[in-house]
C-alpha cells in the first residue's frame, strides 16, 4: 500500500475515493493534520491514481468524478456477495466447536461418558463380576461347544456390541477415549451424528465377533476396535475421497499402524483381532462410500 497524495477536507476525500473505487482502484484514507492522506492498495494502480489525483484536484467538479451512486451499488453488490460466500463457508471454530481441537460431538460424548460409567462401575476393569452382562459371552468359544454365543443366540443380542464399553485399566480407557473424541467427533461433524450411530456398532459387532472367532476368549473388550475401525476409514475415504473432509494424516496412520504390529508382537491378553476387525471393516466401508459417492 502507497501513499499518492492528500486532499484537503473529507468531502473531496469521500468523493475521489468513491470515483477510484468505480475505476477499481482500492484506496484507504487517513486523516493526517487536518488533511486527508491517499493511500492506494497494488502498486500497479499506482501510476493511474496519481493521474487521477491531479485531475481532481485541477477540476473537482467534473461530472465523472460524481460517481457516488455507481460506487454504492458497487459496493452493496461486494457485500451481499461476500454474505452469500460466508454463507457457503463454515470455520472451523463452528464446525468443531467444544472442548478439544475438533470439539465434542454429542454421540462421541455419549460414548465416552458410558464408557467412564463401566469403567467406574468396575473398579478400573477388576470386578468383571459386576459387568459381567457386557462381555460378549460367559462360556469361552472352546468349552461352549460349536460357535458359542449361547448368550446371544438366546436374545442377549447386546452383547455383540457392549465390549466396546469395558475397559482394563488408566491407560486403557484413556488412550482409546482421546482416540475416540478426535475420530468420533470429526467423523459427525463431517458426515453427521446419524452415520456415526450406524457406523459404531455395525464395526464394534464386527470386531468383537472377529476377537471371539479367532481367539476363543470371551473376556476382552475396549473400544479400540471401533477406533481402528474409524482410522481406516479415515485413511481410505480420505485418500479416495478427500472433498468429503474426513481425512487421516500420513503421520497419525503410521502411528496407528505402529501401535497395532506392536500390539500383535508382544500384546497376548490384546484384542488383537478386534482391531484387525474393526481396521478391515472400516477400509472396507470407506471403499464402498468413495465410489458411491
Given at each position: 500500500m502507497r501513499l499518492i497524495g492528500h486532499l484537503d477536507n473529507d468531502k473531496d476525500a469521500r468523493t475521489f475515493g468513491d470515483f477510484l473505487y468505480v475505476q477499481g482502484i482500492e484506496t484507504e484514507f487517513e486523516e493526517d493534520e487536518k488533511r486527508w492522506a491517499i493511500w492506494v492498495h497494488a502498486e500497479e494502480h499506482l501510476g493511474t491514481a496519481a493521474r487521477l489525483l491531479e485531475e481532481f484536484r485541477a477540476n473537482p467538479r467534473d461530472p465523472r468524478f460524481q460517481a457516488g451512486s455507481p460506487a454504492e451499488k458497487l459496493r452493496q453488490q461486494a457485500e451481499a456477495e461476500d454474505a452469500a460466500y460466508r454463507k457457503r463457508v463454515v470455520p472451523s471454530t463452528k464446525m468443531f466447536h467444544g472442548l478439544s481441537g475438533y470439539g465434542f460431538g454429542f454421540v462421541t460424548y455419549a460414548l465416552i461418558v458410558v464408557c467412564a460409567i463401566v469403567f467406574f462401575i468396575s473398579k478400573w476393569g477388576e470386578d468383571k463380576a459386576s459387568i459381567a452382562a457386557l462381555f460378549i459371552s460367559e462360556l469361552q468359544r472352546g468349552r461352549s461347544g460349536g460357535f458359542g454365543l449361547i448368550e446371544i443366540r438366546h436374545g442377549e443380542i447386546w452383547r455383540l456390541i457392549t465390549p466396546m464399553f469395558i475397559h482394563f485399566?488408566?491407560?486403557?480407557?484413556?488412550?482409546?477415549?482421546?482416540?475416540?473424541?478426535?475420530?468420533?467427533?470429526?467423523?459427525?461433524?463431517?458426515?453427521?451424528?446419524?452415520?456415526?450411530?450406524?457406523?459404531?456398532?455395525?464395526?464394534?459387532?464386527?470386531?468383537?465377533?472377529?476377537?471371539?472367532?479367532?481367539?476363543?476368549?470371551?473376556?476382552?473388550?475396549?473400544?479400540?476396535?471401533v477406533v481402528y475401525g474409524l482410522?481406516?476409514?479415515?485413511?481410505?475415504?480420505?485418500?479416495?475421497?478427500?472433498?468429503?473432509?474426513?481425512?487421516l494424516?500420513?503421520?497419525?496412520?503410521?502411528?496407528?499402524?505402529?501401535?497395532?504390529?506392536?500390539?500383535?508382537?508382544?500384546?497376548?491378553?490384546?484384542?488383537?483381532?478386534?482391531?484387525?476387525?474393526?481396521?478391515?471393516?472400516?477400509?472396507?466401508?470407506?471403499?464402498?462410500?468413495?465410489?458411491?459417492?
Open positions: 485399566g488408566p491407560f486403557h480407557i484413556l488412550f482409546n477415549l482421546l482416540m475416540l473424541r478426535d475420530l468420533g467427533s470429526l467423523f459427525e461433524a463431517r458426515l453427521g451424528p446419524n452415520y456415526l450411530i450406524a457406523f459404531v456398532p455395525v464395526v464394534s459387532a464386527v470386531s468383537n465377533l472377529a476377537e471371539y472367532t479367532f481367539s476363543g476368549h470371551v473376556v476382552f473388550g475396549g473400544m479400540s476396535g482410522i481406516g476409514y479415515a485413511w481410505i475415504r480420505g485418500r479416495l475421497d478427500p472433498a468429503a473432509g474426513v481425512i494424516d500420513r503421520q497419525s496412520w503410521i502411528m496407528a499402524m505402529f501401535w497395532f504390529f506392536l500390539c500383535f508382537i508382544g500384546g497376548r491378553h490384546i484384542a488383537n483381532y478386534a482391531h484387525a476387525g474393526g481396521l478391515l471393516l472400516g477400509m472396507a466401508w470407506a471403499y464402498v462410500d468413495s465410489k458411491r459417492k
